[in-house]
């Protein structure tokens, strides 16, 4: 007697069946002297939640991914728009994760519209790659005259805590950044190979293996490069900040320590959105779990 063999797997069919895939979308609008939701869908492994917080003039949105770590073919997308004056803040539950991928990427997209005399801090925490990980990640930001942003995204590779390192990886790391419709920055970090070689070069990240992009997008760049700059004499992390015409402010970081790179961005964060919106405010509170 023989049997038709009818546990053979289809590898590519199975391959799909795992794939995440997630999305968010959020929009504010300004009522009287609050800011509050107007439109919300969350679908897949996505999901936003508003906690309490103490100043009611400033909400919160905390992003997340239910799958608990993203790999290659997960796909995340997040709409975010502020309309005109409204304010938020957007972050994240935790680091996220970007685990062994055995060929396609990890997609992840943000398009950031933010209207006239609108506020957006788009403060998500840390992306940890792990070994093989790879991640294809662009945030778009679209601003009119008046509305301002301030932005971080860091990246970690590998958790030293427990003495994991990265040896080869893929990443694709941008920003594409609008005002009134013109492009006023496009950024492309790409990298694929040996990663732990390569980067000890000391003209790309002289060995450094935590590292973030912050970006203030407003008016009158000279104070918040002096911000910048004055901060930089109390911090540990390597640092450089540079503008662009009179609209934004770059600040970057590299750092063999991720915690000493997760305190040095706070501490210049405090300092620039004291600035921006003229009141002191607590990080979100997941942040300090």
């Known amino acids: 007697m023989t049997f038709a063999n009818t546990l053979q797997s289809d590898q590519d069919a199975v391959a799909m ?69 409204a304010e938020l803040t957007v972050t994240g539950q935790a680091a996220e994760k970007i685990y062994k991928s055995i060929g396609p990427d990890v997609v992840v997209r943000a398009r950031l519209k933010v209207e006239e005399d609108a506020y957006l801090e788009w403060l998500p925490q840390e992306t940890i790659l792990f070994d093989r990980a790879r991640l294809n990640r662009v945030n778009k930001i679209e601003l009119t005259k008046n509305s301002k942003v301030l932005a971080v995204e860091a990246t970690i590779l590998g958790r030293s805590a427990h003495g994991e390192t990265v040896s080869d990886a893929n990443l694709v790391d941008g920003w594409e950044i609008r005002r009134d419709g013109k492009l006023v920055w496009y950024d492309r970090f790409r990298f694929d190979g040996n990663m732990e070689d390569v980067l000890k070069r000391p ?87």
């Open 17 to 85: 069946l795992a794939r995440s895939e997630g999305r968010v979308e959020i929009s504010f609008k300004h009522d009287g002297e609050v800011s509050c939701l107007k439109h919300l869908y969350q679908s897949g492994c996505g999901r936003v939640r508003f906690p309490s917080v103490d100043n009611t003039r400033f909400p919160e949105a905390v992003l997340i991914n239910t799958s608990g770590g993203l790999t290659g073919g997960d796909n995340m997308s997040f709409d975010v728009v502020l309309h005109e004056k």
């Open 203 to 289: 003209a790309l990240m002289d060995g450094a293996t935590a590292f973030a992009t912050l970006i203030v997008a407003a008016s009158d760049t000279t104070k918040y490069l002096e911000i910048a700059r004055k901060a930089e004499q109390n911090v540990s992390s390597r640092m450089g900040s540079t503008s662009l015409d009179d609209d934004l402010t770059i600040i970057r970081f590299l750092d063999n320590d991720p915690q000493a790179l997760r305190k040095n961005l706070v501490y210049v964060i405090q300092k620039l959105r004291k600035k921006l919106i003229g009141v002191e405010l607590p990080m979100p509170a997941v942040w300090e779990i």
